[in-house]
């Protein structure tokens, strides 16, 4: 379809082409192959172009699979820790029923404050998520897309440039540098794109670090708030 309209306008072009300055048989062929290299890379690069975005998707998906497994971990130690605080204040019987009752009740507000703490991190790292799995990796595909759409109608653009001069002697060298500097390009995109493709391989990636930082300080400052708790018990709440 696409492929069809770009012939059009191509075979519009070269009546005129030939009408004004009668090319040789040579020069025609040249550019019929080069419209064909041309329409042949667009569609590769199409194709290309839809596995990335794919491998995007699982990239993403995978990531975000990891992450919320640091989350899972966090929060079983928090269980865990809040387990253990709940279970000495109840089975301590060196403490009386009102420091008992007085205990539990600190307990549940520092244990509520570490919940909300770990909802926080998971709340800061999604807002992070979007940046990384939505905005970067389509900035650039949506590059290599524009440059593809193009890419079909180049031949017809400098056909249309150069048939007013008379440069029909070195436009397949013109055609032939277009294509030339366009692979290049191409290749350095694609770069940039698999480089973009592995961003969440790296140990250090910010994302991860910036959620592991925050869950690892998070389970820390709840055991030492546990730890606190737990002081009272030792001194029967006299201190209260
Ligand atoms: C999806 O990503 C994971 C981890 O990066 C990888 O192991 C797996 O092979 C990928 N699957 C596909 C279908 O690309
Ligand atoms: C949580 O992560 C820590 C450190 O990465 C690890 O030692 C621990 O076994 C993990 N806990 C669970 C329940 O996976
Ligand atoms: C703590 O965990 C143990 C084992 O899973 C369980 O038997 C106990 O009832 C828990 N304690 C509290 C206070 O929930
Ligand atoms: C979490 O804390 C432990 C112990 O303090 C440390 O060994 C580990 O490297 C920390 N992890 C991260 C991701 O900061």
Redesign the pocket.
Known sequence: MHRWSCLLALCTTFLFYISVTTATEEVISGIVQHQQWFSEYASILEETMQIKRRGNSNATLSFNKELLKLLANATIEMRSIDNTTESAIIQSDSIGQPCRALLLEMFKIFRTIGQAELQGCAANTVGLLGYWTTQRFFSFANIVHRDATELTHRVALILEEYNKLTQKDNILEILREEYYQFNSYNSALQEVLNRELERFARTDHPVR?AL??CL?TTV?LHQLDMDYVLTYIDTGCVTL
């Open positions: 670090a592991s930082d690892n820390k």
